[in-house]
Nanobody, 116 residues
Framework: QVQLVESGGGLVQAGGSLKLSCAAS????????MAWYRQAPGKQRQFVAV???????TYADSVKARFTISSDNAKKTVYLQMNSLKPEDTAIYYC??????????WGQGTQVTVSS
């Protein structure tokens, strides 16, 4: 059963922008945090950004000042605005959610490809 669905990935030239979205199913209880991770070929899944239900955001050093995470708690939706994209940002981006019952959920991923 798919409970997190990412969208917004695609192909973009270096320096361009994309905005990713992740919507949680109504079957998921209220979440206390939602996050983005990414995984490039041959590499481990890497933390990108997280935002709590209180609105506190944290970013990986590699994306600070370029990416912005935001959320709509009522709709259980998280966004990732990605600006000044670099080829090294190329990866599958995964949405993650932690509910107040401590259950963890992962989306199926959306591909982001940044060309030189």
């Amino acid at each position: 059963q798919v409970q997190l669905v990412e969208s917004g990935g695609g192909l973009v030239q270096a320096g361009g922008s994309l905005k990713l979205s992740c919507a949680a199913s109504r079957n998921i209880a209220s979440v206390k945090a939602m996050a983005w991770y990414r995984q490039a070929p041959g590499k481990q899944r890497q933390f990108v950004a997280v935002i709590t239900s209180g609105g506190t955001a944290t970013y990986a050093d590699s994306v600070k000042a370029r990416f912005t995470i935001s959320s709509d708690n009522a709709k259980k939706t998280v966004y990732l605005q990605m600006n000044s994209l670099k080829p090294e940002d190329t990866a599958i981006y995964y949405c993650n959610a932690e509910a107040y019952d401590n259950r963890l959920y992962w989306g199926q991923g959306t591909q982001v490809t940044v060309s030189s």
